[in-house]
């Protein structure tokens, strides 16, 4: 088995300071600052944003983003200001979703990818984890207010129907075949975060 070079031995021995150091700091300040990190390089990439009022505090975001992995519609899903789902539709390969959860930093495995092969059935895949799978997602969450967050299966079913069409528009823009279909996501990583995300965090 080849050493490891005098290169690759710093890399590691950086890799293992800034662990120790973000595990001496608490939870709710990585939250925090990761937070805001991620909530300005997210909205450099959302265009065409459209707003789905759920509830007093809750609300869908659609919208059309190109970025890292790839191009195509994302829906996102914000509940006393806290963005605490966000589904990225790129086809096949790359379509992923984020969650947010209490486990703190460092995460290097931030994205949970889809097995869906098109745009449209990675949609209909969202749909059905935001209607039967939505609050084993909240009741994750660090905030007590999104944990204990509840909406009427009915009134979630019509607004998702009603965001659908926004959806399908946006699907339309993308390309038959991206120029760069030979990349690997899972190798490569989803690029909107920088190397990875410190939690399981959405942008």
Request: hydrophobic fraction near 35%; aromatic fraction near 12%.
């Amino acid at each position: 088995m080849p050493k490891p070079s005098r290169k690759g031995k710093i890399k590691v021995m950086f890799y293992q300071l800034k662990t120790a150091i973000k595990s001496l700091i608490p939870f709710q300040y990585h939250y925090y600052f990761e937070k805001k990190r991620r909530t300005s390089a997210g909205r450099k990439t959302r265009k065409d944003v459209v707003h789905f009022e759920v509830a007093d505090n809750a609300y869908f975001e659609v919208y059309w983003k190109v970025y890292g992995l790839g191009r195509g519609p994302a829906l996102a899903l914000f509940i006393e200001h806290e963005q605490v789902l966000k589904f990225d539709f790129y086809g096949k390969g790359r379509g992923h979703y984020h969650v947010q959860t209490m486990m703190p930093a460092p995460c290097t495995h931030h994205a949970l990818f889809l097995p869906e092969e098109t745009v449209g059935a990675q949609i209909d895949r969202a749909f059905f984890e935001l209607e039967k799978n939505l609050y084993w997602y909240l009741e994750r969450h660090p905030l007590k207010a999104v944990r204990n967050f509840r909406v009427k299966k009915a009134h979630l079913r019509q607004i998702l129907t009603e965001l659908r069409p926004v959806l399908v528009e946006y699907q339309n823009r993308v390309p038959p075949e991206n120029s760069d279909s030979d990349r690997d996501p899972i190798l490569e990583g989803d690029r909107e975060s920088g190397n990875s995300d410190s939690l399981a965090m959405v942008s």
